[in-house]
């Protein structure tokens, strides 16, 4: 349930990487305040199985984020069902474990474990391709349908983007580029009425992280233990804590002068210096 309503029956969004735990909620709550809605996803099955269970207001469609003859396709699809899109939400994202190192910080043994040298030049270039290269081509295919009438975009970023994490160097690096090209494009489209703005969420367990956050029998990791000792709220974030802000970023008239923003939800995670 959204907390509260706003009126979107003028909108028609496209949101990537819908089979997603925190997107396909932004597909219900946007649906349940009236938008049309079309859900995609490389996984076909994924986005077909959440439109269904949004309702009639929701299509799924399969798309590949990273093939712009793809995206361009989808889009098609979307102008014949619903008309052309005027908000999109670039949903699309993840790591990638061949980026990922075993250790927080370099030592000068580093025997049995994945170090820094040890990463993978192709683990480097998926996640920068999830992330930035997705967005970039999405945007670029959808925004043509908002030059005229005016649109609005929001990015997904996250806690990455303002301080680093440690063992995940790509996808921190991928995140604060989401970041600086949702102001980038908050100045570029400002001329035709097109907002543009991110998340940034806190801490959610998602199915990406969960191995990070709990061990197999359940109990937290240590990983768990530092990022919670580093949240104010000392908490995990539920998905609906996200669904406020991002009913908020959807009106036109309660964040009509609200553009280029990154907007944490993170806990107080971002503010606390660990003093």
């Known amino acids: 349930m959204v907390p509260f309503k706003v009126d979107l029956r ?17 597909a219900r709550a946007l649906s349940e305040c009236g938008a049309k809605v079309a859900l995609l996803d490389i996984n ?22 990273l093939d712009k003859e793809s995206i361009k396709a989808a889009k098609r699809e979307i102008n014949e069902r619903f008309g052309a899109v005027n908000f999109l939400i670039n949903g699309a994202g993840g790591n990638n474990p061949k980026a990922t ?10 025997s049995g474990i994945k170090d820094f040298f040890a990463l993978e030049e192709s683990g480097l270039k998926f996640v920068f391709d999830i992330n930035i290269t997705s967005a970039f081509l999405t945007t670029q295919v959808f925004a043509e349908d908002m030059v005229k009438t005016g649109g609005n975009i929001i990015n997904i970023s996250s806690m990455n983007a303002y301080r680093p994490l440690t063992k995940i160097p790509a996808y921190s690096a991928a995140k604060a580029g989401i970041s600086n090209f949702t102001q980038w494009l908050a100045v570029h489209f400002a001329p035709c009425n097109i907002r543009c703005n991110a998340i940034a969420p806190g801490f959610f367990v998602t199915n990406q992280n969960r191995n990070l956050l709990f061990n197999n029998d359940g109990t937290p990791t240590a990983r768990t233990g530092k990022i919670l000792a580093a949240t104010p709220m000392k908490k995990f974030g539920e998905i609906s804590d996200l669904i406020g802000a991002l009913i908020w970023l959807s009106d036109d008239k309660a964040s009509g002068f609200v553009t280029g923003t990154v907007i944490p939800v993170d806990g107080g995670f971002s503010a606390y210096s660990g003093v």
Request: glycine share 8%.
């Open 101 to 110: 190192c075993d250790n927080e910080v370099m030592t000068p043994e580093t």
């Open 10 to 26: 003028n909108k028609v969004i496209a949101i990537t990487g819908a089979g997603s735990i925190i997107c396909s909620e932004f």
């Open 44 to 65: 076909e099955e994924a986005a077909v199985k959440v439109a269904a269970e949004v309702g009639e207001n929701a299509i799924g469609v399969k798309c590949n984020c």
